[in-house]
C-alpha cells in the first residue's frame, strides 16, 4: 500500500478556504432561503414584494377592479379572482377568491389569501409583483397575471 502524507500547513489552508467559502455562500443566502429549505410545490413561508408606500403613479383611475389569474401546479391549473381598490395609484383594499381543484392548492391559496394584504395595501399599483407570500409562491403567479390586468382597466 502506497500513503501519501499531505503537509499540515497544506491541510490546514484547505480547511480555512472552504469555511471562508461556505461564509461567503451563506452571506449570498437571503433570509427566505434560510428559513425554510423545504419548498413543497414550489413554496416558501417567506414573503416578498417591493415597498415604496409612499410612492404613487397618478396613471391610474381611482375606482375598483377585478381580474382573474392562473398558475400551473404539478397536478392542475388554479384560477384565482382579484379585487383590486386602488385610490390616487394606492392600493387601498384587497380581495382574493380561489376555487382550489386540488387539496394541497386549497391550503396554499388559503396561505395566500390570509396573508396578501400585508403585502399590497398601501402600495403603489405599479410596484406591485408578489413571489411568495405566507408560505405559498405558485399563487402568487396567478395573483400577479390578475394585477397586470388590473394595471391595464385602471390605466387614466
Known sequence: MIRT???TSVRKSAALVG???LLVLAGCSGTADAEDQS???GTDTSTESTDSGASTSGDYTDGTYTADGSYQTPETVEKISVTLTVADGLVTEVEVTGDPQARESEQYQGQFIDGISDEVVGKSLDE???SRVAGSSLTSGGF???VESIKEQAAA
Open 144 to 146: 400577479n397575471e390578475a
Open 19 to 21: 469555511v471562508a467559502g
Open 5 to 7: 502524507t499531505v503537509p
Open 39 to 41: 419548498t413543497d410545490s
Open 128 to 130: 406591485i409583483e408578489v
